[in-house]
């Protein structure tokens, strides 16, 4: 079955992308999309994402119509993975890389160092700590780094990165959001 998203806004605003029907993916609600990327308005443009998780890539296409340099996106389904580099030919992009891998894998190979990154894993499976763990002790996030996190609400997020700071939350029905940002001495 093929489903899809709208873009918001910018250079591919209102352009449609297919994705697949995969148990647990949920592509970010449009609304939640538009209440982020005003969090973010003032540091997208120009910006390196990381997209971990990516499902259908809706906030990382998302980020790069509103003009990120680049957009890495990681998800480890294939067909899903098919369907992100599918979208990508149709947009005519090049600032979009798909790596059809498991998050911690990619994590745990050469990092590179990002400005925003979306972080929406599956829910009820525990993987938002670790990965928030992750991101900062492998060295994947830029010195005042952007992190947007993802979850079930009531999800507990004990031992989340002490350098971090929680600057939004909010929710909708059953999903948490939080945007963090990255401090260092």
């Known amino acids: 079955m093929q489903n899809k998203l709208r873009i918001i806004?910018?250079?591919?605003?209102?352009?449609?992308?297919?994705?697949?029907?995969?148990?647990?993916l949920r592509p970010t609600p449009a609304r939640v999309r538009e209440t982020l990327f005003n969090w973010l308005r003032g540091?997208?443009?120009?910006?390196?994402?990381?997209?971990?998780?990516?499902?259908?890539?809706?906030?990382?296409f998302e980020a790069a119509s509103r003009g990120a340099k680049s957009v890495v996106q990681v998800?480890?389904?294939p067909q899903a993975c098919r369907h992100l580099k599918e979208n990508?030919?149709?947009?005519?992009?090049?600032?979009?890389?798909?790596?059809?891998?498991d998050v911690f894998r990619y994590l745990a190979g050469d990092a590179e160092s990002f400005d925003l990154v979306f972080l929406d894993p599956p829910f009820g499976k525990g993987l938002a700590v670790q990965t928030c763990q992750w991101l900062e002790d492998k060295g994947w996030l830029s010195a005042r780094a952007k992190i947007y996190l993802e979850t079930e609400t009531g999800l507990d997020l004990t031992g989340m990165p002490e350098n971090w700071r929680l600057l939004k939350d909010k929710t909708a029905g059953e999903v948490a959001y939080r945007l963090y940002e990255r401090f260092t001495e």
Do not use: H, M
């Open 9 to 24: 806004a910018g250079e591919w605003r209102g352009r449609n992308l297919r994705f697949t029907d995969a148990p647990g």
């Open 43 to 60: 540091d997208i443009f120009g910006s390196r994402c990381l997209d971990l998780y990516s499902g259908s890539g809706a906030l990382g």
């Open 75 to 77: 998800e480890s389904n």
């Open 88 to 101: 990508t030919v149709v947009l005519s992009t090049d600032r979009i890389k798909i790596v059809n891998q």
